[in-house]
């Protein structure tokens, strides 16, 4: 990554730094990308927001999956890359990030300024009144209500995206529990993230534009960018002759506005990218 990477220390060099991270600054915690347009195609496609808005047994098949899932996601712990962001804010070079992660693991790490795009998983919403609890709460109403759920599931096979492909005449006996808030039955219950084919909360991109603007640089971080939700980040950049770095394994869309483009290790590069910065040598 040498010559790459020098051509990266120079171009954030004595500019603000926003940073927009996806997926890959996050698998060296352990969490592979949930939403899927960012991994292989695999058995069952992740969930659209549509079908787990209209129909109840795709909510009933989500939570029987999700409940096997959590504590494994619920332990990861932030990776080196989310480290040298954090410290980076401190000292003045990053401004904020924005991610497209749910795994809350940039504020773990000590980032304040932060904006999750696509929500948080270690929150839930009722669909019917909007009220927010935490996944952990409803972790446990969850488990409380099909006792035994973890051993009765346990035989299923675990896929590698932690949720579990699971038997459907085993599903049709999970319960899905009411939201305490307003009694809805049916569970409308819903992770307060955003579901393939759903939309970016207006607050919450207001926000991302609003620290969007502060950028000198725009450092993406771990995403291929197919998803236009971030996308659109890099697409504005180019149009207003911010540069853009891009440190992704693998080829991005944004590519083609790059600057510099540095095929790494997020975890690897981020701490060498921080180490540099402070040297005094810097010109
Ligand atoms: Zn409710």
Partial sequence: MGVNLDALVQLVHGRRVVALTGAGCSTESGIPDYRGPDTPP????????????????????????????????????????HAALAELEQRGVVAGVITQNVDGLHGAAGSRAVVELHGALSRVRCLACSAIST?????????????????RARSAQLAPDGD???????????????????????????PDVVFFGGSVPRATLDAAWQLF???????????????????????RAAER?????????GPTRGDPHATVRLDARAGTALPALARALDDPRLP
Avoid: K
């Avoid at 579990?164 to 819903?190: K, N, Q, R």
């Avoid at 725009?218 to 939700?229: E, K, N, R, Y």
């Fill in 42 to 81: 695999r058995a069952r496609p992740p969930i659209q927001h549509r079908e787990f808005v209209d129909h109840a047994a795709a909510r009933q098949r989500y939570w029987a999956r999700s409940v096997l899932g959590w504590s494994r996601f619920s332990a990861a712990q932030p990776n080196p890359a």
């Fill in 135 to 151: 996944r952990d709460a409803l972790q446990a109403r969850l488990l409380a209500a099909n006792p035994n759920w973890l051993e």
């Fill in 164 to 190: 579990a492909d699971l038997p459907d005449d085993l599903v049709a006996g999970f319960t899905v529990v009411d939201c305490e808030a307003c009694g809805s039955a049916s569970g409308t219950i819903m």
């Fill in 213 to 235: 603007d502060r950028a000198e640089v725009l450092l993406v971080i771990g995403s291929s960018l197919t998803v236009f939700s971030g996308f659109r980040f890099v697409r």
């Fill in 241 to 249: 002759g911010v540069p853009v770095g891009i440190l992704n394994r």
